[in-house]
């Protein structure tokens, strides 16, 4: 990773990630601990000066990935169906929420089925005509004989 100090934003230090604590706070957020090694011609830094961390956890510019929902589990085996119909096995990697990295079992302009997305029908909106106080209304008797 890297980290920038607040008060020398230009000077860039190698920065390891030693441990993150497995639960976070409301807010999302997690403890961490972090070891900087600065450069021995660098700025000297100080307990409580605050920094910015940056840190890439996968990175991997020729993934192949899917819609999580386009695999089908099939106990310890993962499957997906092609276009044409085909069931093809495949190994995964990791996973982002909703996509998945396709480590084998396609390759890039494979074609995938996705399952048919069900939606149900919206209620009719009831269209009501406004009531205007002191006039009779739609279907109110008016007095008058007919």
């Avoid at 190698?14 to 957020?29: C, N």
């Avoid at 310890?76 to 396709?102: A, H, N, P, Q, S």
């Avoid at 996705?114 to 919206?122: A, F, G, M, S």
């Amino acid at each position: 990773g890297v980290c920038q100090l607040k008060w020398k934003p230009d000077l860039e230090i190698p920065a390891k990630l030693e441990s993150i604590l497995p639960v976070p706070y409301a807010d999302r957020t997690f403890d961490a601990v972090v070891s900087v090694k600065l450069p021995k011609d660098g700025p000297i830094v100080f307990p409580g000066v605050s920094a910015d961390v940056e840190f890439v956890v996968y990175e991997k510019a020729d993934a192949l990935l899917l819609p999580k929902v386009a695999v089908k589990k099939e106990g310890e085996r993962e499957r997906v169906m092609l276009r044409d119909g085909r069931m093809v096995e495949l190994k995964t990697g990791r996973v982002d929420g909703e996509r998945v990295e396709v480590i084998e079992g396609l390759k890039p302009g494979d074609e995938v089925r996705l399952p048919e997305v069900k939606t149900e029908p919206k209620p009719e909106a009831k269209s009501e005509m406004p009531k205007v106080p002191g006039a009779p209304q739609a279907g109110a008797p008016t007095g008058k004989k007919g």
